[in-house]
DNA sequence: AAGCGCCTCAACCGCATGGGA
DNA sequence: TTCCCATGCGGTTGAGGCGCT
């Protein structure tokens, strides 16, 4: 049974694709408490499922994993995560790890079908639209990779972003919100540009106080934003 | 009621990364 | 040092739901 499923999963074949039925689920959760969450394609061909290993892995971190929040996202994790995208761009597993019970999957469906066209941020007076553009003089490198999480693409008039008018946020549920972080997202984003202007170590030793009460991790912490590798994560 | 278009989100894909042989 | 494999990450896709006409 196993050698066949291994074989088949070795070649690729008779592997099933698409939404994952209840039974699989408890499979899987079963054959993850008996063998961890580790080695999926292990996990993969032990269970019989006929699931890659990858597959097993997804649908685990996103769906079936311990403590996991399936609500919707709240009005304070909104403003986490707008927050943290204006500081990392689109490093979903980072900005996920700040808000336990989430995942990067959800946070990053949430930000393209709720946020990316309401990600103001108020400049020189103005209200502009960003986004991450990796060509900038600001782009900075985490993992290997670059982003700028500071570009300003209103003069952009291919973008897409340019076909959301401002005034429509008149009438979003979400500008109210905005409107009482926009003082702190300023702030905010001249601390950061400090930062990334003087350097990119972990050896800052900012103390700022945030007026969030929710995560104090990132927001009392600021020395380690840049670094910080741990998680919020309670799985046991 | 039916058709159409838009929105949401679960899942897939390809690439990057890290660790071990 | 190099190669291979497992895992992680971010972008993209497509099915289903929902609202509008």
């Known amino acids: 049974m196993a050698n066949e499923t291994t074989t088949a999963a070795m070649q690729g074949e008779n592997l099933r694709k698409g939404p994952w039925h209840e039974e699989e689920d408890e499979r899987l959760i079963s054959f993850v408490k008996l063998l961890g969450s580790r080695r999926w394609d292990y996990v993969a061909q032990t269970s019989g ?62 930000w393209r079908t709720h946020l990316r066209k309401k990600a103001v941020i108020q400049d020189q007076g103005n209200f502009r639209f960003i986004q991450e553009d990796d060509n900038s003089p600001n782009s900075k490198t985490y993992n290997g ?33 905005l409107s009482d972080w926009i003082p702190e997202f300023q702030s905010d984003q001249s601390e950061i540009k400090s930062q990334l202007d003087s350097t990119t170590t972990t050896t800052t030793t900012t103390t700022t106080t945030h007026s ?14 840049w670094g910080y590798s741990g998680s919020l994560w309670n799985m046991d």
Not at 73 to 78: D, P, Q, W, Y
């Open 49 to 110: 499922l006929k699931r890659s290993g990858k597959s097993c892995r997804l649908r685990w971190v996103n769906y079936l994993r311990p403590n996991l929040k399936h609500g919707s996202i709240s009005a304070e994790e909104e403003m986490i995560i707008l927050k943290l995208h204006q500081k990392w761009g689109n490093k979903w597993s980072m900005i996920a790890r700040m808000l336990p019970g989430r995942t990067d999957n959800e946070i990053k469906n949430y």
């Open 212 to 225: 969030c009460n929710f995560y104090p991790a990132l927001f009392y912490e600021e020395n380690d934003v």
């Open 145 to 177: 990779e670059s982003y700028n999480p500071f570009v300003d693409i209103s003069d952009t008039q291919n973008s897409c972003y340019a076909a959301a008018p401002v005034s429509d946020f008149g009438t979003s549920p979400y500008e109210t919100r």
